[in-house]
């Protein structure tokens, strides 16, 4: 079991920028990849970032490239979104997941991951 609570998400003005967290506990985190995904109302989920077990392989899904930044620190646990340059294009509910098959990858299939954080809501104000 993995358990994965997203912290970070809020109300924020075009232009400025969030940081989102993920703090994972119950495996060696160093056993996982981990991604970023995200829902807006009326949507279907969408990728968002996603990094492998060292943070040595990313991917991004196009939306958000050159403004998303996926990151972790193993020691903590933790897995981070930076997000910059916000537009309201984004305001969505961005949920964090583990992909224990394959941690030397870098996913962006949301069926292929196997836990789940609860989502935090981000909303971006014009």
């Known amino acids: 079991q993995v358990q994965l609570v997203v912290s970070g998400g809020g109300l924020v003005q075009a232009g400025g920028s969030l940081r989102l967290s993920c703090s994972a506990s119950g495996r060696t985190f160093s056993n996982y990849g981990m991604g970023w995904f995200r829902q807006a109302s009326g949507k279907e989920r969408e990728f968002v970032a996603a990094?492998?077990?060292?943070?040595?392989?990313?991917y991004y899904g196009d939306s958000v490239k050159g403004r998303f930044s996926i990151s972790r620190d193993n020691a903590k646990n933790t897995v981070y979104l930076k997000m910059n340059s916000l537009n309201p294009e984004v305001t969505a509910v961005y949920y964090c997941?583990?992909?224990?098959?394959?941690?030397?990858?870098?996913?962006?299939?949301?069926?292929?991951?196997?836990?789940w954080g609860q989502g935090t809501q981000v909303t971006v104000s014009s």
């Open positions: 997941a583990a992909d224990l098959a394959d941690a030397n990858i870098a996913n962006d299939q949301a069926n292929e991951y196997n836990y």
């Open positions: 990094i492998s077990w060292s943070g040595g392989k990313n």
